[in-house]
């Protein structure tokens, strides 16, 4: 499957269970109130930072090692052991300090926790084997699947009457399915590990695993810290403008996972005016949706979150300046995982380092002082940094040019957008709040066509998509 229909696959794949999970978070929300939809993403957060230690960032070096084409099942076996090896010794500690768990989450959840987090690492590591093997579309349907089981159980759980316990029950049953396919999928790779290849995989991990923590830290740093400092019904409130930011990483997302493989056995290669000319269609791809995202956040955040309930509509601000941190890292994931493809994981260490410093450091002053708003502040004030350095070593790596021409048609269509978005959210301001919808619905309208009469370079890859997807069926 070609580049560009994997990417589009991914990216419907993803919006989909995007949909699915806003949905299950708006149903939480409002059947189990605020408080414990803080407690869920609480213990959340913390069993993705137990993952970063019990994967030791080895799924982006199983991808790369296993892209290279040699030796796949001694790199594949060799990367479970070492990653379940840590697992066990995480789940020693984390019983330990079972009480302090308790009392941070609010709840007694470390047994859920246990169980998810071994599960997590094996699917981790059945969705790095696929990719690395180019099975990308493969890869993007488990995630999905996954994605969308998960949801679908915890709503019928929550309907049924089910609490925290639920939430936690139904995220194991989807994420156990995940794993016994990606079992299948995978086959049996049982094979004696090495110390070669052990090693192998930990001098590309030692850079790679802080783009792994760095993942995490855009994600979760700010829930972590404001879990010392802030309730968990603040906590569920800034996890819903979390939900309506994550749209926007959708097409970097997609785009970014379908090309590192590609480019990484370009760079094998040696094709470096290939890889010149997918990054630059990259980097013009990357804003067709966060940028009219941005916009409409802007405009219709308030009516979005009031989906919620009324309590989460004082998270506006915050939904104003994550959508900021969305724009930067969307460009910023690109380049990264550029710089990976070419074997230049030192570059990308020393962009995740700088992020993640800046992070950490930002959160635990900002939200000290100002909260919600604060950690929202630290967020997207590093990504802007990260993002400026990682263009900066890009252009150090390799010689391409910024596709300015199609970012500014995009604005401009956005700029189109948000008019009709105006006048229509004018024309419905006596209806109900879910009214909202109309003016997204006609605002993307907007957006597309503008687009599409704007610019030629998105309008034949539209058509040649299109042209791909009719003749397969």
């Not at 989807?174 to 790779?189: K, Y």
């Not at 997207?380 to 993002?387: I, R």
């Not at 263009?391 to 910024?402: A, I, K, P």
């Not at 604005?411 to 919808?437: K, R």
Request: net charge neutral; charged share 15%.
């Amino acid at each position: 499957m070609k580049a560009s229909t994997t990417s589009i696959l991914q990216f419907v794949l993803r919006v989909f269970s995007a949909v699915l999970g806003a949905v299950a978070t708006i149903v939480f929300a409002r059947i189990l109130g605020a408080e414990a939809l803080g407690t869920y993403v609480l213990a959340l957060s913390l069993i993705v930072w137990l993952e970063l230690v019990s994967s030791a960032g080895l799924g982006p070096a199983l991808v790369k090692r296993i892209s290279e084409g040699t030796e796949q099942d001694k790199y594949f076996f060799t990367g479970v052991t070492i990653q379940l090896s840590l697992t066990g010794l995480v789940l020693v500690l984390l019983f330990a300090f079972r009480t302090w768990v308790t009392e941070y989450v609010g709840a007694d959840v470390t047994v859920f926790i246990a169980v998810i987090l071994v599960l997590r690492v094996c699917h981790l590591a059945f969705d790095a084997g696929l990719r690395g093997e180019n099975r990308v579309a493969t890869a993007s349907i488990l995630r999905f699947g996954e994605r969308t089981t998960r949801p679908l159980t915890q709503i019928g759980l929550a309907v049924l009457g089910a609490t925290l316990a639920g939430l936690l029950v139904g995220y194991i049953a989807s994420m156990l399915l995940a794993v016994v396919v990606g079992a299948l999928l995978i086959g049996n790779r049982l094979t004696a590990p090495t110390r070669e290849h052990a090693a192998s995989l930990l001098a590309f991990a030692k850079y790679s695993w802080m783009g792994f923590l760095r993942s995490r830290a855009a994600r979760w740093m700010d829930t972590i810290v404001l879990g010392f400092f802030v309730s968990n019904t603040l906590i569920a409130v800034y996890e819903a403008g979390w939900t309506l930011t994550l749209f926007l990483f959708l097409a970097s997302d997609s785009l970014s996972n379908t090309l590192f493989p590609k480019v990484s056995e370009l760079a094998e290669n040696n094709e470096l005016e290939r890889i010149r000319e997918v990054t630059e269609t990259g980097l013009a791809f990357v804003g067709v949706i966060v940028i009219p995202g941005v916009a409409g956040s802007w405009l219709l955040g308030a009516d979005l979150l009031r989906f919620f309930g009324p309590d989460f509509v004082q998270g506006q601000q915050v939904l104003l300046v994550l959508v900021l941190f969305a724009l930067f890292i969307s460009y910023e994931r690109l380049m990264i995982t550029i710089l990976n493809a070419l074997n230049r994981p030192d570059l990308a260490f020393r962009v995740n380092l700088c992020y993640v410093v800046c992070n950490l450091i930002g959160n635990v002053v900002l939200v000290t002082e100002y909260g919600l708003i604060g950690a929202a502040v630290a967020t997207s004030g590093s990504g802007l940094v990260s993002t400026a350095l990682a263009l900066y070593y890009q252009r150090q790596v390799l010689d391409f040019q910024m596709p300015y021409g199609e970012i500014l048609k995009q604005a401009i269509a956005a700029v189109a957008m948000s008019a009709a978005v105006v006048i229509t959210d004018n024309a419905i301001a006596m209806f109900p709040y879910w009214f909202v919808l109309v003016p997204v619905f006609v605002g993307a309208f907007t957006y597309g066509v503008c687009l599409l009469t704007l610019s030629s370079m998105v309008r034949e890859r539209t058509w040649r998509i299109v042209g791909t997807v009719g003749a397969r069926v």
